[in-house]
């Protein structure tokens, strides 16, 4: 097992104290210096034993770090890489928690320089609708899925050590390109909360709102789950992701137009068609999801 | 209480079976006698004590019954009332359970003659992912919505009695014209089921569906639930409720493009603005619904 003897966690969180956790939980960590822009919450992971100390700056946090995970909203990494930059040890390695990623390679890009050859850009897929570092657990990551997107840049070593952290916290490990990444979870994930939020607008728009939300159940409930997630969060991923999000949403919208034109024709038969077929997919996708513990 | 000596359940499954059940948990039924097509279902409600009889046909089941509950897919509707109607005691009640209200209405009135009077239309607002009489419990209903159409041709009496048997099962009883009740659940949950059918389906047919199902996670998994709904029983809902529901999916999409034109042009304020506020209903929806111990 690979051992870190200084994690640098950049935004104690939901899933950068996850993360300390995690490593600590397999006895892989020696110290966690944590860092952010939230004195209060710094405290807090400080005494919930998620970090040994807190770091004044990102520069002087970072310094001597054989790891730093950055787990800070996406739209602040720019700043943070650029400060963090000059400070790194020569073999640290740098991952991220971000939702997309073509945009933070993009950051990346333009603030590490020569040190790009140390970042392992990285998306754990693990649930975000709490925040702040009472969130954090330490099996936060277990059985998940954690895409790594590695640059040609990538030094192979910090490669390995990116994967071995996010290993280490339980998770499966992945690779694509940050454009593939970028496109399958504009499909899965990206679309249906733009989905979401699109429906509940629309019923809270209209004059009988009230009367509407008041016959609501659970399938509405559980549909809308993903509308009451971070709106901050969600506007950052659509501008990152925008170009994969509107060639989703065009999509989706051919498809609905289809399934509209078979209910305005009475089509029974190829309405239930579209109806089995997607509770199969849907069904054997939960099947195998299951029986890989998710 | 209102009490009912003698209640003809036609069709014992979730909602048929949880109604004799709710019905005897509060002591207001008599003898309770079970009507289908399936012999091996009800078989198995009477083993179960959700009923104490059998019916061989539905006209003799219902002979002498006070209240008669049609808990039969609503395809089924016509034959159904057209054999019951010359059955039916005089001061019987007969009341339904399906999701929609207009096509149960039409059906009623081109079968019922002058019985129609002695029919109230109602819709249960229940989970329905399970079948058969083993489904079945007495607490379904128990601070659930229930939605009556009452016709101008509904005695009085009639929809008394109705209103006491959904409340007696414990439910919350309200009313609509069949077609505000159609209209409403056009909105809050044929659209719903509609759209997450149609992601699925999309996804399932692309080339690379098994890994984008791969990636799929939590709200995915909340956002498609209800589409492992029966194909069979949405599809009738489709056909039923046609019109509004290609009214509703007209109205969302042109809140999606309106929300694609956002992404487009990147307006990250407006679109910030549109999931707060989307966020903010929810929300608030479900502070009250909770609060009404839904």
Chains 1, 2 share one sequence.
């Not at 030094?155 to 490990?173: H, K």
């Not at 065009?250 to 509770?279: K, N």
Request: net charge negative; aromatic share 6%.
């Amino acid at each position: 097992m690979m051992r870190f003897e200084r994690v640098a966690v950049i935004g104690v969180g939901l899933i950068g104290g996850s993360v300390a956790l995690a490593l600590r939980r397999a006895g892989a960590v020696g110290r966690v210096v944590g860092i952010g822009r939230g004195r209060a919450n710094l405290e807090r992971a400080l005494a919930l034993g998620i970090i040994d100390e807190i770091a004044d700056d990102a520069a002087t946090g970072v310094a001597g770090a054989d790891a730093v995970v950055v787990a800070a909203p996406v739209a602040q990494f720019a700043p943070v890489l650029a400060a963090v930059r000059n400070a790194l040890a020569s073999g640290a390695v740098i991952t991220d928690a971000g939702s997309t990623k073509q945009d933070v390679v993009a950051a990346a890009r333009g603030t590490l320089g020569a040190r790009i050859d140390r970042f392992v850009p990285a998306h754990p897929i693990a649930g975000a609708e709490r925040v702040g570092a009472d969130a954090a657990r330490e099996a936060l990551f277990d059985g998940r899925n954690v895409v790594v997107t590695p640059l040609p840049e990538t030094d192979p070593a910090a490669l390995a050590a990116a994967e071995a952290l996010w290993r280490t916290c339980g998770a499966r490990v992945s690779r694509m390109t940050p454009a593939e990444h970028d496109a399958v979870f504009a499909a899965v994930s990206h679309l249906p909360h733009v989905l979401a939020y699109a429906l509940v607008a629309m019923i809270a728009e209209r004059d009988n709102a009230e009367r509407l939300f008041g016959y609501a159940a659970g399938g509405f409930r559980d549909f809308t789950r993903i509308a009451s997630s971070s709106p901050e969060m969600w506007r950052d991923i659509c501008l990152a992701n925008r170009e994969s999000l509107v060639a989703e949403i065009d999509a989706y919208g051919t498809a609905l137009q289809g399934l509209r034109s078979l209910v305005a024709a009475g089509d029974g038969a190829e309405i239930e068609h579209l109806f089995t077929d997607s509770r199969s997919a849907r069904d054997a996708w939960l099947a195998r999801a299951e029986g890989l513990g998710t």
